[in-house]
């Protein structure tokens, strides 16, 4: 996983994530956010205990509140996503 912190400021932190196939990130408390995908993606995504997967698509947009989460690339290619954490 490489992490690149992109813009930060006052107001909000831009990270772009990039996962390799089948890589996961440790398990990772995150603010409220936007997250931006740059490529079309199946993830695997466990929040207490729970594991969901989601199909992502190039230019999809979502948000999410603060939760403490992990993610896992479980689609067939590299992933990538940028993420605006507010402060």
Do not use: C, F
């Amino acid at each position: 996983m490489a992490t690149t912190v992109e813009l930060e400021n006052e107001r909000v932190r831009v990270l772009r994530i990039k996962h390799a196939k089948g890589e996961s990130h440790p398990p990772a408390a995150r603010g409220d956010r936007l997250i931006i995908y740059l490529t079309d993606g199946r993830l695997v995504r466990a929040v207490d205990g729970k594991e969901e997967t989601l199909t992502r698509s190039l230019g999809q947009v979502i948000w999410r509140e603060h939760s403490q989460h992990q993610v896992r690339n479980a689609g067939p290619a590299g992933h990538e996503v940028l993420i605006v954490e507010l402060k």
